[in-house]
């Protein structure tokens, strides 16, 4: 199984991008997929988590009205739209994939990428 997440980069506070995390190795549309941020010595923190169908979403508080996540099942891809980024949104973002495919799960994940670094500056 691979998780490869793509387009972090460094951005002004005020920007957006679109992170985008393929998937291989497991039938995509049987897994409900997350993304996470962990800052160095701190816990990985939920984001945002969708179901199988993309029907149902979840956001925490800092991210809710700011990103937007949404999958294509049919590319294997979860994806997370992130605008109005601040500063404090600096860090490395991971997606995860949870069997537990018909919620939207803030834990429990069965796999992993290698995460993606997004860097706001002021």
């Known amino acids: 199984v691979q998780l490869v997440e793509s387009g972090g980069g460094l951005v002004q506070a005020g920007d957006s991008l679109r992170l985008s995390c393929l998937v291989s190795g497991l039938t995509f549309s049987r897994y409900a997929m997350g993304w996470f941020r962990q800052a160095p010595g701190k816990e990985r923190e939920f984001v945002a988590a969708i179901d199988w169908s993309g029907g149902k979403t979840d956001y925490s508080d800092s991210a809710k009205g700011r990103f937007t996540i949404s999958r294509d099942n049919a590319k294997n891809t979860v994806y997370l739209q992130m605008n109005s980024l601040k500063p404090e949104d600096t860090t490395v973002y991971y997606c995860?994939?949870?069997?537990?495919?018909?919620?939207?799960?803030?834990?429990?994940?069965?796999?992993w990428g290698q995460g993606t670094q997004v860097t706001v500056s002021s």
């Open positions: 995860g994939a949870n069997g537990f495919f018909r919620a939207t799960p803030r834990g429990g994940y069965d796999y």
